[in-house]
């Protein structure tokens, strides 16, 4: 089992920036890959950001491109979503997944998901 606590989440205006973390517990935290995923009021989930377990590899959702980064500290048993430039249609709760095996854009293909931290941003 890995259990995943999300922080960081909050109000904030448009155009202004935040930093999600997310931290891992109950296994090797390195043999996971990661993945960042919201879901906004009357919408599906849907993919944000993944990052593999070594970090080399990255995948983010289009829309996010070049205001997002995702990254990984092995040692910290942590991965981030620093969110830039953030936008009213960035506001949902954002979650964090970990999946044994390669890195992947599907949500269904986690296994372990955290309980989300609100993001909001106003306009």
């Known amino acids: 089992q890995v259990q995943l606590v999300e922080s960081g989440g909050g109000l904030v205006q448009a155009g202004g920036s935040l930093r999600l973390a997310c931290v891992a517990s109950?296994?090797?935290?390195?043999?996971?890959?990661m993945g960042w995923f919201r879901q906004a009021p009357g919408k599906e989930r849907e993919f944000v950001a993944a990052i593999s377990w070594s970090g080399s590899i990255t995948y983010y959702r289009d829309p996010v491109k070049g205001r997002f980064t995702i990254s990984r500290d092995n040692a910290k048993n942590t991965v981030y979503l620093q969110m830039n430039s953030l936008k009213p249609e960035d506001t949902a709760v954002y979650y964090c997944?970990?999946?044994?095996?390669?890195?992947?854009?599907?949500?269904?293909?986690?296994?372990?998901w955290g309980q989300g931290t609100q993001v909001t941003v106003s306009s």
């Open positions: 109950g296994r090797t935290f390195s043999n996971y890959a």
């Open positions: 997944a970990a999946r044994s095996g390669y890195v992947t854009r599907a949500s269904d293909e986690y296994d372990y």
